[in-house]
């Protein structure tokens, strides 16, 4: 609640809420509180907290992100690399549940080119291991029909810094997708 009231919108509880989850107190303590957490703040305190809290009980986690998944706006406001929008992957790859995959498509399926493609970008991040590997697969497959092509030449305007595919100008998306899952299968 301190943090809430006191943080600007651009201070990370992400250490806050790894903390809690991960402190000596009862489980059902831990992850009330998470939960009560995860409903304040701006949308990057709700996905760092879900992000913590998805380690701990997934079922608590789904039951906060899909309400979130499903007002997700179209378009980030800001630099794709580092929105909340497609930051929310990383709460989406701890969570074992189809339902919560579906509605993550879903979104990426109706978000715009640069949104959609760094919603996918973590897919193949080291950290995540083998955890969803199949779900991860399915989830990049479904884009490999999608000739939506993103054009960076010119003004980079939201895709500056390292987003998605960054060292190529023109990309599209399914050849985005089709790099991602070679990558996660060990493809050169």
């Known amino acids: 609640a301190e943090f809430t009231a006191h943080a600007t919108p651009d201070a990370q509880p992400y250490h806050l809420a790894e903390a809690l989850a991960e402190s000596s ?3 059902e303590v831990r992850v009330r509180e998470l ?4 409903e304040r703040g ?6 760092c907290v879900l992000q913590n809290l998805a380690k701990l009980d997934e079922k608590a986690c789904s039951a906060l992100l899909l309400p979130i998944l499903a007002e997700l706006p179209k378009d980030a406001t800001g630099p ?5 929008e497609a930051n929310f992957t990383h709460v989406v790859v701890q969570i074992e549940d189809d339902e919560v995959w579906r509605a993550y498509l879903q979104v990426a399926k109706r978000s715009s080119i640069g949104l959609r493609m760094e919603m996918m970008n973590p897919l193949n991040y080291c950290y995540v291991g083998k955890k969803n590997f ?3 697969l399915a989830f990049l497959s479904a884009f490999l029909d999608d000739d939506a ?5 010119g003004e980079r305007g939201q895709f500056q810094g390292p987003c998605a595919g960054f060292k190529i100008p023109r990309l599209a998306v399914r050849d985005f997708a089709a790099m991602t899952l070679a990558s996660l299968l060990d493809m050169k």
Request: glycine share 4%.
């Open 35 to 38: 939960s009560k957490f995860a």
């Open 25 to 27: 107190l009862p489980k």
């Open 80 to 84: 794709y690399w580092t929105c909340p």
């Open 42 to 47: 701006s949308l990057e305190h709700k996905r």
């Open 134 to 136: 199949g779900r991860r």
């Open 149 to 153: 092509v993103r054009n960076m030449s």
